[in-house]
């Protein structure tokens, strides 16, 4: 019987390590391959066609979301399993639009991990119930916003791609040469992006980037000690982990 065949996609080397690790003691899997930012994942999947693609939103070069929606334009069968933490009712309707069909957060437990990556193999949909919780949230949060804002510009695919490298600090070249386009070009796709957005400097077209979670700013954790004379604060009890909800190719 042939191995089922898992890329992993996420830019933590620590993190991707003990991944791989724990996928490879599962009988019957293989990790084909490993890929440290999102340019790197659309090109493995193409050149390893693995059977799923683990794959983590926050990645430099290219997000998530938007190597999810290259890898499926090129091959729409491709099983994609998102391993996150980023909380965002808008990032989960993008990727259910691009076509993932499987999401666990990080926070959650090995087993609901190795539950998630075993529905995919049946060819199942599953994500965790906190996804639902966050699209609910995010839908009553825009109709407690009052009167509707007029909306920003839609932006391309390319567009998408262009913003976070700039966004990420690098010059027109830079880009030019990532996305082996001329300069010129590079160009006249960042000063149609400033034209669109209405946005007339870099700072500006950052803050948009990150607004729109385009790029992901993960701010490290603060550590807390206490005041001389004062106990130490305890720590909160982990909550039970919740089950998994997990459909089906047709929705059942």
């Known amino acids: 019987m042939n191995a089922f065949r898992i890329l992993v996609a996420d830019d933590h080397p620590v993190f991707r390590f003990g991944l791989c690790s724990l996928l490879g003691s599962h009988e019957g899997w293989e990790v084909c391959g490993e890929a440290a930012d999102g340019r790197d994942a659309v090109e493995k999947c193409a050149q390893l066609k693995p059977d799923l693609l683990i794959l983590d939103i926050c990645m430099p070069k290219l997000n998530g979301v938007d190597a999810a929606r290259q890898i499926l334009k090129g091959n729409p069968v491709q099983r994609i399993l998102v391993l996150t933490d ?10 259910l639009e691009v076509g993932v069909r499987g999401w666990v957060f990080k926070s959650e437990g090995t087993d609901d991990l190795t539950a998630a990556v075993e529905a995919l193999q049946r060819h199942k949909s599953i994500f965790s119930p906190r996804v639902s919780s966050l699209i609910l949230d995010g839908y009553l949060q825009q109709h407690r916003t009052g009167p509707a804002v007029a909306k920003i510009p839609r932006l391309s695919p390319r567009e998408r791609e262009v913003v976070q490298l700039l966004g990420e600090g690098k010059t027109t070249k830079d880009v030019a ?18 034209l669109k957005l209405n946005l007339h400097s870099i700072a500006e077209l950052v803050l948009y980037a990150v607004r729109n979670e385009i790029v992901h700013v993960q701010l490290p954790a603060v550590l807390r000690f206490p005041s001389p004379g004062m106990a130490e604060p305890t720590l909160p009890l982990k909550p039970l982990t919740e089950s998994f909800v997990c459909l089906d190719s047709a929705g059942r």
């Open 177 to 194: 040469v990532m996305l082996n386009v001329t300069v010129k070009t590079a160009e006249t796709h960042r000063s149609n992006i400033m």
């Open 86 to 95: 980023v909380n965002s009712d808008q990032v989960v309707r993008d990727c």
